[in-house]
């Protein structure tokens, strides 16, 4: 570490004054030692001469007399923490490399050795209209700084479009008056909500998709939503059925019509939109010698590449699909020339065109300038652009370029191990778990359960070798591969009540969250075995996968 940093430090000065409570304290550094102050004056200098000494009678003796008291400027502490803060975040950010620790298992005074149900979460109050209106929790997330989950409601039955109300439930668990069944914030919207994520750095910035096909945004901690977008054919018809926040703070939705959109929600100054996208993908399988569209149900980042994707659909297949990065940088000298048709392409359009399928641009950009040359529309905007109609297929290039080996159900999730980077688990409506790498078609494992459906799966954020899964049984199935590659070393059973979605808290390292049938979510605290990593472990995992 730097030396120097801490020089502002005055050894002399040991002396300071706090406040707890109504009262006011004054503590000795020399001794460690803390007094009350009885009679307080108003000077910098202090006279204890009557102070109550709140430990050995005999040390009051010895430091009765003038106390001076350590006086600080806020400008200078300030500067300090400017100058050392990010030396010191450099030193323990580097020290989580050394090897020496590597193979550290920390070790607590009080062993946890059992696995225990300690929050049950519903709305109470909404009882009576989740069952008059056959809603379920749809998916439930926990929030960056692992305090808060939430849960997002909706109808499974639908006959055309929706105008259900429903509702996003979240609750602080951590907070001082936290309830299990009365939730920190409730959030209620006039469509179903399928699918959610929070933000990854900003905990109370919510991305939420609905059954309509509308991207929306909220903040839970002012209950408002912040921005959302319109259903188009060249957006979402359908279902969004994932949502997911990308690096650059862009957000990612799957729809079930096959769409990939990425949006970029934030303005500047506070504001946000989402009044379209800023790139496309449309996802497309040939098959016998004609395409068709692929229902997508979930989607994952891949680790390696932040532009590689897996995708599982509907039919079974799970997909690698490779996204190019969104350009930002402004191309206007390629679009001055439509000035002399009378037309001007406006900023945000050339910036959506440079985005869309490379190939077929040139055709795209005859077609919509015929389309307004014909209207006598001389401003394109966006919306010009898509009331033109172009080929959509021709708009949204294909992004899929590797086929997995496919379940032979719906594949309801997909997650990748946070430890080996190429490895990732997929659930399954066949009743299975599969275990991939990236680069490998063929799946390395399958954990086949009969007569029931596999319907969530994520691996532990602390031990490499364990994940865990639900069922429509209601079960929680956690596997320890160091203790069994076969099945699963642990199951947590419930009463008959089908589980949907399963998530570990990733900063509460020991809370593991599943929500039900009957609109419930429990929060498990998962024993020492299942979260303190092992000796090797790492090295383990990447010997079965090899």
């Given amino acids: 570490m730097n030396e120097g940093i801490f020089n502002d430090f005055n050894e002399k000065e040991q002396v300071f004054e706090f406040t707890k409570g109504n009262q006011t304290f004054i503590r000795d550094m020399g001794t460690v030692t803390d007094y009350k102050v009885k009679n307080q004056g108003t000077t910098t200098k202090k006279e204890c001469e009557d102070f109550e000494q709140q430990i050995d009678q005999n040390e009051l003796q010895q430091t009765k007399g003038k106390l001076y008291i350590m006086q600080f400027d806020q400008n200078k502490l300030a500067q300090f923490l400017k100058r050392v803060v990010p030396t010191v975040i450099k030193e323990l950010d580097e020290s989580l490399n050394l090897k020496k620790y590597h193979s550290y298992k920390p070790i607590s005074d009080v062993q946890k050795k059992e696995t225990e149900l300690v929050y049950i979460l519903k709305n109470a109050q909404n009882k009576s209209v ?160 004609q395409t068709e569209s692929v229902g997508g149900v979930c989607i994952s980042q891949s680790n390696e590449d932040p532009f590689s994707f897996i995708v599982g659909s509907e039919g079974g297949s799970v997909l690698r699909a490779q996204v190019t990065p969104i350009n930002y940088t402004m191309t206007k000298q390629a679009y001055l020339d439509s000035r002399d048709k009378g037309l001007i392409w406006k900023e945000e359009t050339i910036l959506f065109m440079q985005n869309l399928n490379q190939k077929c641009l040139p055709e795209i950009r005859l077609h919509v300038e015929s389309y307004c040359k014909e209207r006598k529309i001389n401003n394109i905007f966006i919306q010009q652009l898509v009331n033109s109609k172009p080929d959509i297929r021709k708009m949204y290039a294909n992004p899929i370029n590797y086929a997995y080996e496919a379940h032979y159900g719906t594949v309801y999730s997909i997650n990748f191990s946070p430890f080996v980077k190429s490895a990732f688990i997929t659930a399954s409506m066949d009743g299975q778990i599969r275990l991939y790498l990236q680069n490998t078609a063929r799946c390395l494992a399958v954990y086949e359960y009969i007569q029931t459906y596999i319907l969530s799966a994520q691996f532990s954020p602390t031990r490499p070798c364990v994940f865990a899964a639900c ?64 000796e090797n472990e790492l090295k383990e995992l990447q010997q079965l996968l090899s």
């Fill in 130 to 289: 989740e069952l008059e209106k056959k809603l379920e929790i749809t998916d439930i997330q926990w929030n960056s700084n692992g305090l808060m989950i939430a849960a997002s409601y909706g109808c499974l039955e639908h006959m055309g479009q929706c105008s259900h109300t429903s509702y996003i439930n979240c609750w602080n668990i951590f907070k001082r008056d936290f309830k299990p069944d009365k939730p920190t914030t409730v959030i209620e919207t006039n469509t179903c909500n399928m699918c959610m994520q929070f933000h990854p750095t900003k905990p109370n910035i919510l991305a939420v998709g609905s059954f309509n096909g509308e991207l929306y945004l909220y903040d839970v901690s002012t209950n408002s939503e912040l921005a959302h977008s319109t259903i188009d054919e060249y957006y979402h018809r359908e279902s969004i059925t994932a949502v997911l926040w990308l690096q650059d703070e862009s957000i990612m939705t799957l729809g079930c019509e096959g769409k990939v959109l990425i949006w970029n929600p934030e303005r500047g100054n506070g504001e946000f939109s989402l009044q379209n996208p800023l790139k496309g993908c449309y996802l497309v399988r040939k098959k016998e010698s």
């Fill in 471 to 534: 069922d429509s049984l209601g079960q929680i199935l956690i596997f320890d591969l160091t203790q069994d590659t076969q099945q699963q070393v642990v199951t947590l059973k419930n009463d008959g009540q089908s589980a949907s979605c399963i998530r570990f808290n990733q900063r509460q390292q020991d809370l593991l969250a599943c929500s039900y049938q009957g609109c419930e979510v429990r929060i498990f605290q998962l024993n020492d075995e299942l979260t303190q990593p092992k």
